[in-house]
């Protein structure tokens, strides 16, 4: 099982950009969410998806948009990027109630 | 709105001696779940440990125990027989019992284990 995994591992965009992250959740998991992790801080709830759909949506504009595709994968889009959308993007994946399962994240820089 | 403070930023503890991080939350709810993730410098956010807020047993996982305060809204973290590879970042978290598995994190304590 090669448990949640994410891409790109880095990557380094200008402001006004766009920029799309990709996540593969553990094997059987159905539920993708989405966190923000600023340098120094806890991480921060973005969205989650289910079956296809954004189920719940944390305190972020709407430059953040998700999808969820039938194989359960997601991607995080994020539109004219700022100074300081850059973070580190972690995706979790669930199936059971009061479960996530982390991927390593995409560390973003926007200069 | 559910609050997690950790008001520890850095912390030390030398090897095979035990070290307790602490956490408290604020919430209205009477179920929910706590957790502490432990974040190495991979990246990767790892669970320790979990504890369901109906059930009175302190969660304990290997060397990982926890002290969980219902009415003072508290749940420290207790490493035992410390490690080198216990040095990281380490993260409170609160989940409420209807909250679709959405997780609402302190700011982390940095721990160091000192050989």
């Known amino acids: 099982d090669a448990g949640v995994t994410q891409s790109p591992t880095h990557l380094i965009k200008t402001r006004g950009q766009q920029v799309t992250l990709r996540c593969s959740p553990k094997?059987?998991?159905?539920?993708v969410s989405w966190y923000q992790q600023a340098l120094g801080q806890g991480p921060q709830f973005i969205f989650q998806?289910?079956?296809?759909?954004?189920?719940q949506r944390g305190n972020f504009p709407d430059r953040f948009s998700g999808h969820q595709f039938p194989n359960y994968s997601s991607e995080l889009n994020v539109n004219a990027l700022l100074l300081g959308d850059s973070a580190l993007y972690l995706c979790a994946s669930s199936l059971a109630v009061a479960e996530a399962f982390f991927g390593q994240g995409t560390r973003l820089t926007v200069v | 709105a559910q609050t997690v403070t950790q008001s520890q930023p850095e912390m030390s503890v030398q090897e095979a001696e035990t070290v307790t991080l602490s956490c408290t939350y604020d919430t209205s709810e009477s179920n929910y779940y706590l957790f502490w993730y432990k974040q190495p410098p991979s990246r990767q956010m790892i669970l320790v440990i979990r504890?369901?807020?109906?059930?009175?047993q302190n969660a304990t996982e290997n060397r990982f125990s926890v002290n969980f305060q219902k009415a003072a809204k508290s749940f420290s973290l207790k490493i035992s027989d410390s490690q080198l590879g216990d040095t990281a970042m380490y993260f409170c978290a609160f989940m409420s019992e209807t909250g679709a598995n959405n997780l609402f994190f302190g700011t982390g304590t940095r721990l160091t284990v000192i050989p």
């Open positions: 998806y289910y079956e296809e759909e954004e189920r």
């Open positions: 094997s059987g998991h159905d539920t």
């Open positions: 504890q369901e807020a109906y059930k009175q």
